[in-house]
Each structure stands twice: as structure tokens, then as C-alpha cells.
């Protein structure tokens, strides 16, 4: 079965970068996401990321895959007080449609 | 356009009473699907419907939990005799017709369940 883990909290200082860490276990994993959650809402995808790539670049973010070690990264630059939230890493598998999530990494920004 | 609905946000049942939530999905989108998240843990996937059929039920507990997706009207996630173990976070996502594809899944507010 697929399970997904990551470490449970990051704290760092505004304008430092931050990189939040994700294994997976399923080599069938199809697409992988960062989804952020901030307090009381629901979930907003980040970005994504397909299998066969090893890096993705978005203004601030930089998604990094590792396949051969199923190791997922996030690394945010210049954080700011706003990026202060639950960033959650997910995977689909080949033929699915469905989203198997880790427990979350909270994230805190302090001045 | 306005995104995913879930009503009503905050729910307090107690126990054995009977929980509804509802979830409206963005305009234009014909797929649903249900997830929970319990205290201090990731989203689980419950259940993933079209209009009218439940496609995938693999993640609802067999028992007491139901879900629909009407054809007119918004899909419901209906708990029975609810218990202090259902308490939780319960998120509907929404997703265009086509493929389903999860990076095209749109995220409600959620509905906080809790029972007392």
C-alpha cells in the first residue's frame, strides 16, 4: 500500500528559505503535490509535479524529486510570515484520481 | 466563480444524532470527492462520486457513513448515529469532467464536525 511521511514542524526566520521534506513509498506514484493549509481552511494545491521529472520552478518555489530514493522536496526562498501554515505532501497513483496525503508539516515564519 | 461550498462549517451533533454535510462543487464540475482529516492528521479519501454514481468508495467505513451526488443539488456525506470518534475535519474537493485528474481537484473550506 502507499503511505507518505514527513517531518511535523519547520521553524525559520522570515527571508530565510525553507525546505520541507516528503517520502513516499508507492513506485507507481503518477504525480506528486504540495498543497498548503492555513488555519481553519481548506486545502490550496501549491504546485505538482509529474514522475518523470526531477525539478519544477515557480516564483518562490522549487519542487525537487528523487524517484530512485521516492524523496520529495519543497523548498520556499525569501520565506515570509505568510507562508506560516500546513504544507502537505500527496501523491496519486497510475489510473487513480484519488490523493493519498502525508499528516502535514506545519511551518513557522517568525520575524 | 465562485469555489467548492461546504455548509455549514462548524457542526456540533451529539451522539447517536445524525450528521449532513453538504458540498456544492465549483460550476462546470461533475466530480466529487469526500475526505477526512482527523485531529493532527493528513487527509484520508473516503469517497469519489459523479452525478448520480458513486465511482470509488474504498475509504468510507461501511458502516453509517453514506454520500450522494444528486443530480441537481449538491452532494451530501450523511453519518449515522454519529460517535466521538467521527469528530473531524471533513473536506469535498471538485474536479472538471474528463480524466478526474487530482491536480484539477479544487478544495472546500471544510465542515468541523464535532461530536459531544
Known sequence: GEDVEQSLFLSVREGDSSVINCTYTDSSSTYLYWYKQEPGAGLQLL????????????????????????????????????????????????????????????????? | NAGVMQNPRHLVRRRGQEARLRCSPMKGHSHVYWYRQLPEEG????VYLQKENIIDES??????????????????????????????????????????????????????????
Open chain 2, 43 to 46: 487527509l484520508k479519501f473516503m
Open chain 1, 47 to 111: 504546485t505538482y509535479i509529474f514522475s518523470n521529472m526531477d525539478m519544477k520552478q515557480d516564483q518562490r518555489l522549487t519542487v525537487l524529486l528523487n524517484k530512485k530514493d521516492k524523496h520529495l522536496s519543497l523548498r520556499i526562498a525569501d520565506t515570509q510570515t505568510g507562508d506560516s501554515a500546513i504544507y502537505f505532501c500527496a501523491e496519486s497513483l497510475t489510473g487513480y484520481s484519488t490523493l493519498t496525503f502525508g499528516k502535514g508539516t506545519m511551518l513557522l515564519v517568525s520575524p
Open chain 2, 59 to 116: 475509504g468510507m467505513p461501511k458502516e453509517r457513513f453514506s454520500a450522494e451526488f444528486p443530480k441537481e443539488g449538491p452532494s451530501i456525506l450523511r453519518i449515522q448515529q454519529v460517535v466521538r470518534g467521527d469528530s473531524a475535519a471533513y473536506f469535498c474537493a471538485s474536479s472538471p469532467p474528463g480524466t478526474g485528474a487530482p491536480y484539477e481537484q479544487y478544495f472546500g473550506p471544510g465542515t468541523r464536525l464535532t461530536v459531544t
